[in-house]
């Protein structure tokens, strides 16, 4: 009994320095934000500062509408996100139960666009977005990100895992495709769907090249050429960048604090009979 | 409900457009003698130094006309903002002015987007003559001002005074050639004084200001300026290897470190004390001050050059203001007149309190802000008397390439493979100099460049 909460108390030991390790640059990044003056640069570096100060936040502020910023990433990354959850849902619901000619060619070529570099479609995207006249616009931001090859291959590769009998079983008592994809397909599907929502807000989070492409007022920029803005073309004052940062993930990390019960739940729904 | 969707699509927009007309009917009626006309200023100043002054600036102006309205708009740095040109630039989707670092000079003047600013010093008869005549040997290709000097600098060496002193050398006396720099970093290790006796950024620009030292080219054809350059040359003479030879030596014998490639790093280790001596732009000298907290003695001298090179000097680095030829000629008028304020006297000398870069004119320095600035830091007479001992010269004025950018990369990708020992110097110039000639080549073919 002794020894097993003795073992117990070493693996928690054991989970929190490796929490620690994971977490350190965040930590760190905190910590520089709260040094004020000449104390970023001393050596050796401090852990923490001997006495935290909140100036480079509000320098951080006046220096660049990081509210404003923010808004705009989550506008972009929420209609990305979104975009990309119905795309591919009924992207994958088509190449998994409905059966069409050419089906599986088609999903191969769909799966080919993956070994395109982003870089290259960059500039057509650009001169269609323009040509939209869609610059400076949320539509210009989200519009090319909207669908996913990837997204529809995960969900695909998920939805080949749902028993066929369960369609049979949907059909005979009547469900429509409709009603058996937003009831049954979409239900089971949560922690797939869950998976592909992190993947897509994130990317499109840290995206910097697009956004600084296609929008070209304050107004309109989003969070990562926000933490440009925030640095010099000679010199890069760390405590306002890091200050910056903080700011900036900040919501994510909210996002993820709460979205995280849905994963787990989706994860481990029906595991266990009860 | 195809139709009914679309009527009131339509109505909803009907009623949008007449809001919208009503708003904007509302807005300008106070205002009612005459519209201004409105501009957009790209620029690649981030930070709390020159984003705050060029937003200072912008406000200024706009407050002083009633005729121009000037917004500025943060780019991204040098390099995004280029990039973000050349997609745009065939497009009325660009700015009225843009804001150029040096080495886009040669890409902006073919890419045939822009009006030269010759054009517009002609008409009014512009006098240019307090600008620093370096600077405008720059910027003239061909006799021709393309573009307005805007925030300029050039290269010094940072020492720690209190670490020479620790050493046993003289702190008033900053050394000045290759063999005094490698033998002074030498010195201050072997003391015990500091970890390392100087730190240098792999950064393609002081390469480039390392060659002009010695009065040497960088590319043919007079650095480009002659004809458009078809290749670089950084790897015929001794001049090119002769500095990574002495880079790399010094790494070798542990007198100096190799922070990388972003200056970020070097700044840190000599504000921290970590390392004696750094060279950087006059840009940083503030930061560099505010940083080191008044820990240690901060000493500035002349960028270093091999004994005995006497026809080199240094080049002016930094960005330049270029009008484009897409907007409409109104804008184009309005775009000089917000280029004229901005290299007036009064705002060089603020933007040079403010930021660090030096004013692209003399006059500049009879502003009292700019008087009580060199009284406070005597240490930056040391750039502009590096820049004003600087002969003018093909190597001085700097290469004219279209694709400097890349090359830049590539110069320092030789910098990296010599010092990491990896490859010796000459070897590692030429194999950069193959593929920047090959970049060069396909330029000249796709632009019509001869």
């Known amino acids: 009994m002794r020894t097993a909460r003795g073992r117990r108390a070493a693996v928690h030991l054991l989970m929190i320095a490796v929490a620690l390790v994971v977490l350190f640059p965040i930590l760190f990044a905190l910590s520089t934000s709260l040094k004020g003056g000449a104390e970023v640069d001393r050596y050796p570096p401090t852990l923490w500062p001997h006495a935290p100060d909140a100036g480079n936040y509000v320098a951080a502020l006046r220096q660049a509408p990081l509210p404003r910023f923010l808004l705009n990433s989550l506008v972009q990354a929420g209609a990305i996100t979104l975009g990309q959850l119905v795309t591919a849902t009924l992207a994958a619901f088509a190449f998994t139960f409905i059966a069409f000619p050419g089906r599986q060619a088609l999903f191969f070529l769909f799966l080919a666009t993956l070994m395109i570099p982003g870089e290259v479609t960059l500039i057509p995207n650009y001169l269609t977005v323009r040509s939209l006249g869609w610059l400076d616009t949320y539509a210009g931001l989200a519009a090319p990100y909207l669908a996913t090859a990837f997204g529809t291959f995960l969900l695909r590769q998920f939805f080949l895992t749902i028993p066929r009998e369960l369609e049979d079983a949907a059909r005979i008592d009547g469900a429509s495709r409709r009603r058996f994809l937003w009831t049954i397909v979409v239900p089971l599907a949560r922690p797939a769907l869950a998976t592909l929502a992190i993947y897509a807000f994130l990317s499109a989070w840290n995206q910097y090249l697009w956004p600084l492409l296609v929008v070209n007022s304050t107004r309109m920029r989003t969070v990562q050429i926000g933490l440009a803005l925030l640095q010099s073309q000679e010199i890069v004052s760390w405590g306002l960048v890091m200050a910056g940062v903080i700011i900036i993930i900040l919501p994510t990390v909210l996002v993820f604090l709460f979205g995280y019960r849905q994963v787990v739940r989706g994860l481990t729904a029906g595991a266990v009979k009860g | ?450």
């Open chain 2, 1 to 450: 409900m195809t139709g009914r969707t679309t009527r009131r699509a339509v109505l909803r927009g009907a009623g949008a457009a007449a809001a919208a007309a009503a708003l904007r009917g509302w807005r300008a009626a106070p205002a009612a003698a005459q519209t201004p006309t409105r501009i957009t200023f790209w620029h690649a100043m981030g930070g709390n130094l020159g984003e705050t002054v060029v937003r200072a600036f912008v406000n200024t102006f706009n407050a002083s006309r009633k005729d121009i309205q000037v917004e500025a708009q943060f780019q991204g740095g040098y390099d995004d903002l280029i990039n973000k040109l050349r997609a745009s630039i065939g497009s009325s989707a660009v700015p009225a002015v843009a804001q150029v670092y040096d080495i886009g000079t040669r890409f902006m003047i073919d890419s045939k987007a822009i009006v030269p600013m010759q054009d517009f010093i002609d008409r009014e008869k512009f006098d240019v003559g307090q600008f620093e005549p370096n600077i405008l040997a720059y910027y003239r290709v061909g006799a021709r001002l393309y573009s307005m000097p805007f925030n300029t600098s050039t290269a010094i060496l940072y020492y720690n005074k209190d670490l020479f002193k620790k050493a046993g050398l003289n702190p008033d006396q900053p050394p000045r050639t290759f063999e005094e720099i490698a033998s002074y970093a030498g010195r201050l290790v072997k003391s015990g004084a500091t970890p390392s006796g100087i730190t240098i950024a792999i950064y393609g620009w002081f390469f480039e200001q390392l060659l002009a030292r010695q009065g040497a080219l960088y590319a043919n054809n007079g650095n480009g300026r002659d004809a458009a350059a078809t290749e670089v040359v950084y790897d015929h003479e001794e001049a090119g290897p002769r500095i990574l030879e002495w880079w790399a030596g010094m790494v070798k014998a542990g007198a100096a470190t190799n922070p990388g490639r972003p200056t970020a790093a070097s700044q840190r280790a000599f504000a921290a004390g970590q390392t004696a001596m750094t060279v950087d732009s006059t840009a940083v000298l503030a930061s560099l001050l505010s940083q080191s907290g008044g820990r240690f003695a901060l000493g500035t001298g002349y960028f270093p050059k091999p004994p005995g090179a006497a026809t080199g000097g240094s080049i002016v680095g930094g960005a330049s203001a270029w009008i484009l030829n897409r907007r409409p000629r109104a804008e184009q008028q309005a775009a000089w007149e917000f280029v004229k304020f901005i290299s007036a006297p009064a705002q060089q000398a603020q933007w040079y309190v403010g930021t660090g870069y030096f004013p692209v004119r003399r006059d500049a320095y009879h502003e009292p802000v700019a008087q009580e600035r060199l009284a406070k830091y005597p240490q930056f007479l040391t750039a502009i008397s590096e820049l004003r001992s600087s002969p003018i010269n093909r190597a001085t004025q700097g290469a004219l390439l279209g694709v400097f950018p890349e090359a830049r990369q590539k110069s320092e990708d030789a910098i990296e493979a010599a010092v990491l020992g990896r490859k010796p110097a000459q070897q590692a110039l030429a194999d950069a100099a193959r593929e920047v000639n090959q970049a060069i080549g396909v330029y000249n073919r796709t632009m019509g460049v001869k």
